[in-house]
């Protein structure tokens, strides 16, 4: 009898622990000069480098994607516009690679795409986003509602900027709902 109960709690115990993994695979898919989902005018010359690597490695992707991630492409265009629309000022990609992310759970398969490589965007534009500009004094509330106000250093992402306290030394990253323009 106890070597029924042994073994049945051992198999109930394998297919627990089997049933909820998630496997991740990423296959590379190609290596491309440049990439955009938009016009790019050729003539106008005013291009400029605005990140100098933007995309996740494989060991990122898969462990965003063993997550909840939010950001998850079912198409090419999907991933290109999400690797670019998250670098402030950018407007197309070089020196791109492809990936295909393969999620699997159980009997279920999911494919997504990613690229990683260099944001390019139009000269003046990396400097704005979101009507934000780095020098432009903002207001925040924190989660304890107390007001802060400070200087924008940087533009993180389509999601945060770096703020600097007026008196603090170090920027935080502050998220763009939370900010409203004050005159200095």
Known sequence: MK????????????????SACKTVEVIPQGRLNMISSRNVDN?????????SYMGMSNADLKKQYK??????????????????????GGEFLKNVKLNQIIVRKGKKERMFWAFEGDVWGVKGQESSYRGFSIGDMVQWKDFKKTTHKGKI?????SKECMV?????????AVEYDKLVKVSE
């Open 3 to 18: 070597k029924i109960l042994d073994t049945a709690l051992s198999f109930t115990i394998f297919l627990i622990l089997f």
């Open 43 to 51: 003539h106008m010359g005013d291009y400029v480098l605005v990140k």
């Open 67 to 88: 997550k909840k991630f939010k950001e998850k492409s079912n198409t090419i265009e999907e991933a290109l516009d999400i690797t670019v629309k998250n670098t402030p």
């Open 153 to 157: 250093t940087g533009l993180k992402d």
């Open 164 to 172: 600097k306290e007026d008196d603090a030394e170090n920027s935080k």
